[in-house]
């Protein structure tokens, strides 16, 4: 028994480690994400599908030993940044394949997202009538201590927008009372 040093398979900084169904998963800031087999150290690259005209920043989210995510940030290259037209991709690893398919529904599941790790939920866990519901998704570490969950399909207003992709909805406002010890969030209905 000994350290082995693993070649480092990206130049970007590693943004994610997890690890799933025995094998280790790494995100880089460059986009890269790699499974990483512990026994062999084989490295195998699983690329996600081309953004046109924007980057990504991405989270893996595991749920349990079912299904490994990838929650990709979209960020548009042109234009100014509004943080209230932020897209989200969802892709849910297909292991036999060696690639991500993309996903418009993750079921009962609600995915937490923060900077001490992310996390997956059955809705059915969380207490009746606390405003999370499952297929959504919960970032716990953007700017201010109040978020919204993201959602498939929500509709802005704007015809311009895409209703093809997860948005963040204004259903429900999360505040967010501590990220630590442990994450704790405070849901409210919308005000009419």
């Known amino acids: 028994m000994r350290w082995m040093l693993l070649e480092k398979p990206s130049y970007a900084s590693c943004s994610d480690l997890i690890t799933f169904r025995g094998r280790f998963y790494a995100a880089f800031f460059n ?7 512990p026994y062999s150290l084989e490295v195998t690259p699983l690329i996600p599908s081309e953004l046109l005209n924007s980057g990504s920043v991405n989270d893996l989210v595991p749920s349990g030993n079912d299904a490994l995510f ?3 940030k979209i960020i548009p290259r042109t234009g100014v940044l509004y943080f209230s037209r932020l897209t989200l991709r969802v892709s849910m690893l297909d292991e036999e394949a060696g690639k991500w398919v993309e996903v ?4 009962d599941r609600l995915l937490v997202i923060g900077d001490l790790g992310n996390v997956c939920c059955s809705a059915k866990e969380l207490p009746d009538g606390c405003g ?3 297929n959504s ?4 570490h953007g700017p201010g201590n109040v978020t919204y969950s993201y959602k498939y399909g929500v509709h802005t207003g704007r015809e311009e927008d895409d209703l093809n992709c997860w948005r963040y909805s204004r259903e429900k406002p999360v505040t ?3 990220t630590s010890p442990v994450v704790a969030l405070r849901v409210e209905s919308a005000k009419l």
């Open 176 to 178: 967010i009372l501590s």
């Open 31 to 37: 986009h890269g994400i790699f499974a990483i087999d």
């Open 70 to 72: 990838l929650v990709e």
């Open 132 to 134: 999370l519901s499952g």
């Open 137 to 140: 998704i919960v970032f716990t």
């Open 104 to 107: 418009s529904e993750i079921g």
